[in-house]
């Protein structure tokens, strides 16, 4: 959490100016309810790897944009899920992750143990994320569908046991022609994997700030997309 805290200190939100460009700028991403039922809940890597059911940090940020903004011919293969993996390479590849991928490539990229790992960002970009992708030695992709990328996040996919710091993160699409819209989505659910806790594994200010760095994310990575 200290990359989120440097990063949004430093390039973001520097002063009341910076701050109010800033929520401008990602006034279109939107936090609603993270649902008490949501599938993510009931994944296999969920149950397994928060074994003693710990309460979680978890949220759902959406995005909407018409259909006559988004690139044609992602579009045209969006049922094969084309979409979706522009979407998920947009995030990993593009500006809003930059400092953290630096960050981690500095610290943990190596010819041995990561070699095989995702670390440029051509490598981001051109990836189609299929399961068993591992990004800058913190998050593996777990699951792949037409419509949702899940990656395991928290710690290094070489742990591949419980980990005391582990959760998942959701980046979907749904296309509603009936609105002319395609609806973005980043979902995160956060928790502690090992032993027994009483309360969410972030505290408020940090959770803030998380927010504040997912709708980054999304801006950065649906600016990808578009026209």
Not at 94 to 111: C, D, M, P, S
Not at 165 to 187: C, M, T
Request: with cysteine; glycine share 8%.
């Amino acid at each position: 959490m200290g990359v989120i805290r440097t990063l949004l200190n430093t390039a973001v939100i520097g002063g009341a100016s910076g701050a109010g460009a800033f929520a401008f700028w990602t006034r279109n991403s939107k936090f609603i309810p993270f649902p008490a039922t949501d599938p993510i809940l009931s994944t296999p890597f969920f149950a397994t790897n928060n074994p003693n059911k710990n309460p979680c940090t978890q949220d759902l940020c959406i995005r909407r944009v018409p259909l006559s903004r988004i690139k044609p011919q992602l579009l045209e293969k969006q049922e094969e899920g084309k979409l979706v993996e522009a979407f998920c390479a947009g995030v990993w590849s593009g500006l809003g992750y930059a400092y953290q991928r630096r960050f981690l490539e500095k610290k943990y990229r190596n010819t041995t143990t990561t070699a095989h790992q995702l670390w440029t960002r051509p490598e981001l970009a051109s990836s189609t994320y299929e399961v068993g992708t591992q990004i800058t030695d913190h998050f593996e992709v777990v699951s792949k569908t037409p419509n949702s990328i899940i990656v395991r996040c928290g710690d290094s996919p070489l742990k591949t046991g419980v980990r005391d710091s582990d959760g998942l993160f959701e980046i979907g699409v749904e296309v509603k022609q009936d609105e002319g819209v395609a609806e973005f989505r980043l979902k995160s659910c956060f928790y502690k994997g090992l032993g027994t806790a009483s309360a969410p594994p972030m505290p408020s200010h940090v959770e803030f700030a998380h927010r504040l760095y997912t709708k980054l994310w999304m801006e950065t990575a649906v600016r990808s997309l578009t026209l």
